[in-house]
């Protein structure tokens, strides 16, 4: 996450950079839950890694704004997004495992919310400076993605066309193409990203969000499997952010993200329980 280097740094609270390695420490544990579920890994672990997501997708929305550089900010999300397509395909076939299905890829979420974030800034610069081209192409890739969402619900929605469809098409389609229907966390992490930019300077409103995301998860689905809700506290983080970017840090999650999946995962093979 790319945050604004020549910020002055706060005097209290934590930094990007902090906010970050706490965030990943519990995406460990959320992962090993992942990995190792039927080798008996305690379930709250997982409790842990609920606050994850809204963390990271926080951050993004952060370095959005401050990078200098949004062009490179969006390909590296976008190059991270085929990579571990690419990288868990091809480690999955290799080392099948039953117990585990290997499909995490936040980059795609990511990469996606950048997307709105841009069509956003296009709309709104184009209306403020009076330059309707600006804002068209904005309403366009806002248009686009959602056409393409439907399509992807339209194929969802019939068995003969999913039946009939060879692999290589499925792959590209609902793997290799960055969609809100098919992204890790759908539409609403999307969504929360585009609000935490919006609102990016009124951070009481996007906590508030955060946690009416997570009083909702809870009503809408009430009992103990439904953990999901948890990902409340990361309004805690979010609220104790200093602005600052802080130490380091400016590549650590696009190589440790992958990369203690994949370990973890690899782990997990040799260890599969017998039977």
Request: charged fraction near 10%; proline fraction near 4%; glycine fraction near 10%.
């Amino acid at each position: 996450m790319t945050l604004n280097e020549t910020q002055a740094p706060a005097k209290w609270g934590l930094t990007g950079s902090q906010l970050k390695y706490i965030a990943a420490a519990l995406m460990v544990f959320d992962h090993v839950h992942q990995m190792f579920l039927a080798n008996g890994a305690p379930g709250w672990f997982t409790w842990l890694g609920r606050p994850v997501a809204p963390i990271f997708i926080f951050l993004c929305a952060e370095g959005f704004f401050y990078t200098r550089s949004r062009r490179k900010y969006m390909l590296q999300l976008f190059v991270g997004y085929e990579f571990m397509n690419i990288a868990s395909t091809l480690l999955s076939g290799a080392m099948p495992n039953p117990d585990v299905a290997l499909i995490n890829n936040i980059f795609g979420t990511m990469f996606l919310i950048t997307v709105y974030l841009l069509a956003f800034d296009l709309i709104r610069g184009g209306i403020a400076e009076k330059k309707a081209s600006r804002a068209v192409l904005g309403a366009a890739i806002i248009l686009v993605s959602l056409l393409a969402a439907a399509a992807v619900l339209a194929l969802f929605g019939s068995a003969d066309i999913m039946a009939s469809m060879p692999r290589w098409a499925f792959i590209v389609i609902f793997k290799m193409i960055p969609n809100i229907m098919t992204t890790e966390g759908g539409p609403i992490m999307v969504l929360m990203g585009v609000i935490f930019y919006v609102f990016r300077e009124k951070r009481l409103l996007q906590a508030g969000f955060l946690v009416l995301c997570s009083i909702l998860t809870f009503i809408s689905a009430p009992g103990d499997s439904n953990v999901q809700w948890l990902m409340g506290i990361a309004a805690i983080g979010m609220l104790l952010y200093n602005g600052s970017r802080g130490r380091g840090g400016k590549y650590f999650f696009y190589v440790f993200y992958p990369a203690h999946i994949y370990l973890l995962y690899i782990a997990a093979y040799f260890l599969q329980p017998a039977g």
